[in-house]
């Protein structure tokens, strides 16, 4: 692992990127975005995930924005499905291509959010926003970017989608939901 992220720190931290290691992220505008490494199971491999997190809503468990991981980042999604550890140049220079240009997508979507939020329906925002997550925890997280960004009626519009949405055992996501309007 350390062989591949010594090769692609370099990038990352062209592109803004703090860490080391397994984590990178950087503050831009409202939103923390982090690029991770994740080993697989089988150790042959590795993927590597990108997650955003608007710095206005709660990441998921009430995560610490300075440490945050990108499971814990409200919108995430993987880079390709995965690479192996041991690479040519060539490879190598595919993987930073393709970390590059999948971040830059990736990020400038998540960070459309406060647009979107202003003017989409609610199947629109859960449409472009639902990733790496279901669509009723999405719409929670979308309801508390609205309540935030002063959109009540998005809001309501949101919590009462997730709400149906959401199955009658997902009480703690029921409850969440019930909350954002009860703010």
Not at 43 to 69: H, M, T
Not at 84 to 98: C, G, H, N
Not at 155 to 181: C, I, M, P, Y
């Amino acid at each position: 692992m350390q062989d591949v992220l010594k090769k692609l720190a370099p990038s990352l931290r062209s592109l803004g990127f703090r860490g080391s290691g397994q984590n990178y992220r950087k503050t831009e505008r409202e939103f923390v975005l982090v690029i991770n490494f994740q080993g697989s199971r089988w150790g042959d491999n590795f993927y590597v995930n990108v997650g955003a997190q608007p710095a206005f809503i709660p990441a998921e468990g009430n995560a610490d924005l300075k440490k945050l991981k990108e499971y814990e980042c409200v919108l995430h999604r993987r880079v390709r499905t995965e690479w192996p550890w041991e690479m040519s140049d060539d490879m190598t220079a595919t993987l930073v291509t393709e970390v590059t240009s999948t971040q830059a997508v990736f990020f400038a979507h998540a960070m459309s959010l406060p647009v979107a939020i202003q003017r989409d329906s609610t199947e629109e925002l859960l449409r472009k926003f639902c990733v790496g997550t279901t669509k009723a925890r999405a719409a929670l997280h979308l309801a508390r970017a609205a309540v935030a960004l002063g959109h009540v009626d998005a809001a309501r519009d949101l919590v009462s989608k997730g709400l149906e949405l959401a199955s009658d055992r997902a009480t703690v996501l029921r409850s969440e939901l019930q909350s954002v309007l009860d703010s």
